[in-house]
């Protein structure tokens, strides 16, 4: 299988935190990025990335449960 990961780096704690940068490390790393400049650009909160429907089994999913551990664990 395909190997890599997700950093996501947040302001605030919790559900409110807000998406302040990110590394990502693996096969169409490249292709994912535009979906977490855009939630920079716009203000999306971590629980919002979290609570949208991304692809599985996928690299973008991989963004997914990085948000959700960030916005429930804070």
Do not use: C, D, N, Y
């Not at 605030?12 to 807000?18: E, I, K, L, N, V």
């Not at 169409?28 to 400049?37: K, N, P, S, V, Y």
């Not at 716009?42 to 449960?65: C, D, F, K, N």
Request: avoid cysteine.
């Amino acid at each position: 299988g395909a190997t890599g990961f997700v950093t996501l780096i947040a302001a605030g704690r919790g559900s409110g935190s807000q998406l302040v940068g990110a590394h990502l490390v693996g096969p169409g790393a490249g292709e994912l990025i535009g979906e977490l400049a855009l939630a920079m650009r716009w203000g999306v909160s971590l629980a919002r990335i979290a609570q949208t429907l991304h692809a599985a089994p996928t690299m973008s999913e991989a963004i997914r449960r990085a948000a959700r551990e960030v916005a429930v664990r804070g």
